[in-house]
């Protein structure tokens, strides 16, 4: 049973397009977070939402997280080919002593 | 500050072979959890150490074990290796490994043949 629902699988679009990226649950999440992934490296946090509600930003990146604290998005405005790469959302529940739940995955691919 | 050091990078085995991987932290890092990651399953939790303790624990069967050492280096043992336990195996570390930021190594890619 996956915890975490991410959607879509797979992204193609051309530079300049938006996206969002969603990752849902039927659990509460005491705090989730988003990761990138590029081919031969590990994942690589870009940020982490607490409160039910939040939305936060980081450049070009949009990132909310749902009054439920059961699903989250992220938003990316005016894509380019840098952003290509998986893109993961991980929750953690309660004390997570170094666990986390991941979604499968969303594989962005932004051509110029 | 060096990041999290994972070696090897790449391992080939056979079935029923067994392997060690290894994770040396974050200077300062006390907790270091593992994951297994696969195109099909994505990224599962192993387990995690905390001063040579394991303090939690994933769905994998016993063939799947870990220890930390008193510098907080950990590695994991694979034993009777499976074609199914081929995957990227990443090791991340933290200060707590409570509700804090997890900083991944590159992991190490085993093939099971």
């Known amino acids: 049973t996956q915890l975490l629902e991410q959607s879509p699988q797979f992204l193609s679009i051309q530079e300049g397009e938006n996206l969002t990226v969603y990752c849902n649950s039927s659990?509460?999440?005491?705090?989730l977070q988003w990761y990138r992934q590029e081919p031969g490296e590990g994942p690589v946090l870009l940020v982490t939402v607490v409160t039910g509600g939040e939305v936060k930003k980081l450049k070009r990146l949009t990132f909310q997280f749902g009054d439920a604290r059961k699903d989250s998005s992220l938003h990316i405005t005016a894509a380019q080919p840098g952003d290509t790469g998986l893109y993961l959302c991980?929750?953690?529940?309660?004390?997570?002593?170094?666990?986390?739940?991941f979604g499968q995955g969303t594989i962005l691919t932004v051509h110029p | 500050k060096a990041g999290v050091t994972q070696t090897p990078r790449y391992l080939i085995k056979t079935r029923g072979q067994q392997v060690t991987l290894s994770c040396s932290p974050i200077s300062g890092h006390r907790s270091v959890s593992w994951y297994q990651q696969t195109p099909g399953q994505g990224l599962q939790f192993l387990f995690e150490?905390?001063?040579?303790?394991?303090?939690n624990k994933g769905n994998f069967p016993g063939r799947f074990s870990g220890r930390q050492f008193s510098n907080s280096r950990s590695e994991m043992n694979v034993s009777t290796l499976e074609l199914g336990d081929s995957a990227l195996y990443l090791c991340?570390?933290?200060?707590?490994?409570?509700?804090?930021?997890?900083?991944f190594g590159s992991g190490t890619q085993l093939s099971v043949l």
């Open positions: 659990s509460v999440f005491s705090s």
């Open positions: 991340a570390s933290s200060f707590w490994g409570i509700n804090e930021k997890l900083f």
């Open positions: 150490y905390f001063s040579e303790t394991q303090r």
């Open positions: 991980a929750g953690e529940r309660g004390t997570s002593y170094g666990k986390l739940t």
